[in-house]
């Protein structure tokens, strides 16, 4: 089964795994600043809407100071919105530009969705990696470390709002983009290279980093180590059920349960 999986995705052109490890972080690199910079653009964006509908609004102000002080910042869905095309926009950018399947790869992960198996080995990861989080946080909180994602104040007022675009959004867009990001782009490239521990082991440091910085936010020091603990340990199975699959969807099909889980329960509490 192992070696099914391993020839499930041929490799690309033979390439030193220290190049592909150096290529791995111009990846990440890239990401970073493509994200960030299409977050400004959006916010731009945004903040020229506003502008325009103040102005048909019949808004009197007309200085500047006053003008930014009126439009504001975005919150809420807006900013959430803004976060998704940012990074979905970046992972595409990076898939069709650094690493793009070929025809056989396609092939290959195609036949491997069609196999029952491959979507159990995905339940079992989704859930697990639920679980973990699950546990985690119990045990947290039992030792008095309270944990609260950086995201999560976002996602409850989108899910206040608009449950249904909360689910669109988190359970089927997000693992989407996030796995052909850090799975197919960042993991992949180091799988292929014959490294694959190391690929599992910086990609899903690279998918906590993304989720939860520890000492950022309100979270103290203790409770982002946490977090971040919980997030690469989702990488870690995200990627392994990749590997072991032979295809990228088992991987989004994984996240998408955790999240979905993760989301019914969420929404539950704020209705």
């Not at 007022?157 to 990001?181: D, F, M, R």
């Not at 103290?220 to 990749?242: D, I, K, Q, R, S």
């Not at 889980?261 to 539950?268: D, E, S």
């Amino acid at each position: 089964m192992e070696a099914r999986a391993e020839l499930a995705i041929p490799p690309l052109p033979a390439q030193p795994w220290r190049r592909a490890l150096a290529a791995s972080a111009v990846d990440l690199l890239l990401a970073v600043g493509l994200v960030f910079g299409l977050s400004i653009v959006g916010v731009i964006g945004w903040a020229l809407v506003q502008g325009v509908q103040l102005g048909l609004a019949g808004g009197e102000a007309t200085d500047p100071q006053q003008v930014a002080a009126q439009i504001g910042q975005p919150q809420g869905m807006a900013l959430v919105l803004i976060s998704v095309a940012a990074t979905a926009s970046a992972a595409l950018v990076l898939y069709f530009w650094r690493r793009p399947a070929r025809a056989i790869e396609r092939s290959a992960s195609h036949a491997a969705a069609r196999r029952p198996s491959t979507w159990g080995w995905a339940l079992l990861a989704g859930v697990g990696a639920f679980a973990f989080t699950a546990l985690a946080t119990t045990l947290g909180q039992q030792a008095g470390v309270e944990q609260v994602p950086t995201n999560q104040p976002l996602i409850e007022a989108v899910g206040a709002q608009s449950p249904a675009l909360l689910l669109l959004l988190v359970a089927l867009l997000a693992p989407a983009y996030e796995e052909l990001l850090f799975r197919r782009v960042l993991f992949g490239r180091l799988w292929a290279a014959g490294r694959p521990l190391l690929g599992i082991a910086l990609s899903s440091a690279a998918f906590a980093c993304m989720h939860e910085l520890p000492g950022t936010g309100g979270n103290g020091l203790l409770a982002g180590a946490l977090l971040w603990t919980c997030y690469a340990m989702m990488g870690a199975l995200f990627a392994w059920v990749y590997r072991r699959t032979g295809t990228l969807w088992a991987a989004i099909g994984a996240h998408a349960v955790n999240n979905l889980i993760a989301c019914t329960l969420l929404l539950a509490g704020l209705h």
